[in-house]
């Protein structure tokens, strides 16, 4: 038979999380909760849900391949042009048409040994090489990002914050490291959990796009928006950056129902509000919960939490889910004794934390 390109033979495919209803099949448990995959727990924006609903009839059309409302109206919520804006099917399918347009067989992109998976698999879907920064203390470390830089390289992402630990650069880090960047290598500053972080000390990404260095800066609607099950992301840089990566752009990307609920959803201040407030109260008691248990966590700025067991943690792993609690193993980032556990609603935090005990307990 035929065989796949030999890069894509070194891919190391994405384990999503558990559904709930696999879970509940599998080991006939019920009223599991699933708090595995970064998701609002409060739902999608009510007002989202209520714009694709009245959209449904229209969808015998094609969508508009441009997204025209919907960059109009992020143009103007982020002050910026319409020609800067590129819409994805998720913010992943950003990451990978920026992969595609400006990395080729024989490249380099640099990346953190703990970064985002999709990162090394849209580098090497292209033939290109992922060279690994180590992450002390869990973070992006932007000093040696910055050493391991070539000739070769044409990329470096930065999750800022990072998924699966959490943690946040800092506008100074951020700022040195674009200071010393050389122009013609692409920073993608992946902000998928923008609108969570509070800290003053977060860079404003868009701030530099003017300083004449190629800057991506990317986020989406699968977080705090709740539309992950509709696929909505899209990415900001220079309109001449912007324009040769809408050549490899597939031209109707971005469904109709999802530029709909884009746009609605920008407008839900309230829902927003909500999740934040949500995520804020469970990470206060979560902390707490495992600073009792004597659990040891990474500082996050996300709406999830990163916990170290030390020890190998799928026997645990295991007994959540038989206690009808799904969190997620992160062993295939290299965190071998670690979770990754998404912020839910109060129950569920509190289903979490109890399960967690009665199976550290055994
Ligand atoms: C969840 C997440 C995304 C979102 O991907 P979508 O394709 O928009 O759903 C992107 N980057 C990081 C780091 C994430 O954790």
């Known amino acids: ?6 890069f894509i033979e070194d891919l190391i495919p994405y384990v999503p999380g558990k559904p709930v209803e696999e879970l509940e099949r599998e080991l006939g448990v019920s009223g599991a909760i699933k708090i595995a995959s970064n998701e609002n727990p409060l739902g999608p924006s009510p007002l989202a849900l209520k714009a694709m609903g ?3 009839g229209e969808t015998h059309r094609y969508p508009d391949g441009d997204a025209f409302y919907l960059k109009q109206k992020l143009a103007d919520k982020l002050g910026i042009k319409e020609e800067t804006l590129i819409i994805g099917n998720g913010s992943n399918d950003v990451l990978d048409i920026a992969a595609r347009t400006f990395m080729q067989a ?12 999709v990162y090394p698999i849209s580098t090497q879907a292209v033939g290109a090489k992922a060279v690994i920064s180590p992450m002390p203390d869990y973070t992006h470390d932007l000093k040696d990002m910055h050493s391991r830089i070539t000739e070769k390289t044409k990329i470096v992402f930065i999750a800022n914050p990072n998924n699966p630990t959490g943690t946040m650069v800092k506008r100074d880090e951020v700022q040195w490291f674009l200071d010393k960047v050389p122009e013609d290598i692409l920073v993608v500053i992946d902000e998928a959990y ?17 300083m004449g260095k190629s800057i991506l ?34 031209p109707f990307n971005v469904s109709s129902v999802a530029q709909t ?15 934040k407030e949500l995520n804020r109260e469970g990470l206060e008691y979560l902390r707490k919960e495992l600073s009792e248990l004597g659990i040891k966590f990474a500082p996050t700025f996300t709406n999830f939490i990163l916990i170290d067991l030390e020890v190998g943690p799928m026997p645990i792993y295991n007994a959540l889910l038989r206690e009808g609690v799904i969190v997620r193993p992160v062993a295939g980032y290299g965190l ?23 199976v550290l307990e055994r």
């Open 217 to 250: 800066t990317v986020r989406t609607f699968s977080k705090i928006y709740g539309l992950a099950g509709i696929r909505l992301g899209y990415g900001i840089a220079h309109e001449k950056l912007v324009s040769q990566m809408h050549r490899v752009r597939h």
């Open 261 to 275: 609920a884009g746009i609605a959803a920008l407008d839900d201040v309230e829902h927003i509000q909500r999740s």
């Open 106 to 117: 024989g490249d380099e992109a640099v990346m953190g040994e703990y970064a985002f998976i």
């Open 336 to 358: 071998k004794t670690h979770l990754r556990v998404t912020i839910g609603l109060k129950d569920e935090n509190v289903k979490f934390i109890d399960a967690l005990k009665k």
């Open 54 to 56: 009245e959209s449904l």
């Open 194 to 210: 923008f609108e969570y972080v509070d800290d003053p000390e977060y860079p404003d990404t868009l701030r530099y796009h003017d």
């Open 1 to 6: 038979m035929i065989k796949p390109n030999p």
